[in-house]
């Protein structure tokens, strides 16, 4: 996989968990900046080539 | 009757069930006993019920002796993922969370396989709300490997499921798949898996790690015992919004005419450049498509999108969709969660929404392709795992985010896909394939399989359990 993850710094992330109302011990916030650092790569990789009509997979049908 | 009982298939079982030269009773007496011998190694229940599978299995030796025969399954001992909600008896999700939670009514698929005269013996362990990971802080121990018992991890998350069935502790059982859970456990432990088509089997009381990618399916010994648990639970739910209301084909039917003039694409590319697996899995592999030319399928190299597209739409959806189930449980007693799940979670409630909103954009023309391209073929191969069982850890930390599986593709499309067995490495540990198929086209799948398995030896062989 390629490695463009930004590591995001455990003050970054401390604040946005505080944000969400948790608090982790050290070693889990080292392990939760890590997964973090991968959602965030995955989240830049995404297509940005999406026409603006491109509807989601969500979209959902009304049944009668 | 004598022999063992535990190590035949649903199939064969069924017949001399059907035909009373066994009976319910006895066969359900002899699985009990083998989980009270061969369990405390593997830990593969986290609940027998004694009583009620004796219970039901004296039912069933009273309908069948008065004719009143239901099917392939009456009779058949069976376990379920804990995940999977059962009225009356405590469902876990293998968590502290849920440590006293019991339903008041049957998930859909447990009703039917109910009625379908299915003997309940348990539930199984699985990975912590089928997303953890084994921790010394949980409730159970960790479900081990039978093929290396010592060592061995199963996989996740419907490791209990994979387990049992390898050990011959049940028939058959039910498990879930959001990313592969069904097909890499049996991968790891050497059955058969199916992940159905994204609605063809009710998702209504299995507790949701993600709604839109969560798949149900059956994990047995053969292709063929899984076509016979899937007939038993297809079917549209008016319960399951995103069940399919769609005809329910015969799964056995077709199993028996081979694949001769089948197209199936192969996909390699998912790993050759840039993840290679381990040599003997590669080459069980390619051994495997030999085996399906032999047989009279026309294969021919496919190729799709990179890995990584489909994982990042996986991961970004599958993420956010847990923290949306939990967020209120992490927020209130985040303690209860295993330390090996707690770090996992949270960062899904840092996803952005727009991030989110993309990856299901990018998840349609994702699905959208897949289809087209399923035009031209009748199923496509390709690996399950990048290698056989690891050994089992509860240190690993963020692996799982490492690199991209192989199954979460066809959660993502919502393709029914297939692991089976094909072949062993050298240490004895059992390897495996995956065939996909087209939506709600089961059974062609399960045909591939079969033939695949009747022209191998592999199910013959069980781990060394005593």
Redesign the interface.
Known sequence: ??DDTRQPSEQEVTL??KR???T?PPD??E??C???A??EA??H???KD?KRT???????LIER | MTGELYYLSIAETGALLKSKQLSPIELTNAFLDRIEAIDPRIHSFVLVTHEEALRQAKVAEREIASNQYRGPLHGIPIGLKDLIETRGIRTTAHSKVLIDHIPSEDATAVRRLKDAGAILLGKLGCLEFAHGSPSPDQAWPAVRNPWNSEHGFTGGSSTGSASAVAAGLVMGALGTDTGGSIRNPASFCGIAGLMPTYGRVSRKGVIPYSFSLDHCGPMAWTAEDCAIMLQAIAGYDPDDPGSANLPVPDYTAALNTGIRGMRIGVIRHFYESRLPPEDETRRAFEAALQELTKLGAVLEEVKLRELEEYDDCKVIIGEAEFFAVHEKDLLERFQDYGANLRFRAVPGGLIRAVDYIQAQRQRRKLAAEMQTLFAGYDAMATLCTYGPAPKISTEEPTHFFQRPNLTAVFNVTGNPAISIRSGFDRQGLPLAMQIVGRPFDEATILRIAHAYEQATPWRSLRPSLV
């Open positions: 996989m390629a946005m968990l969400a109302g948790i982790l889990q916030l392990r939760c890590a997964v973090i991968r959602l995955a989240a990789r995404l297509r999406l491109d509807e989601p997979a969500s979209v959902f």
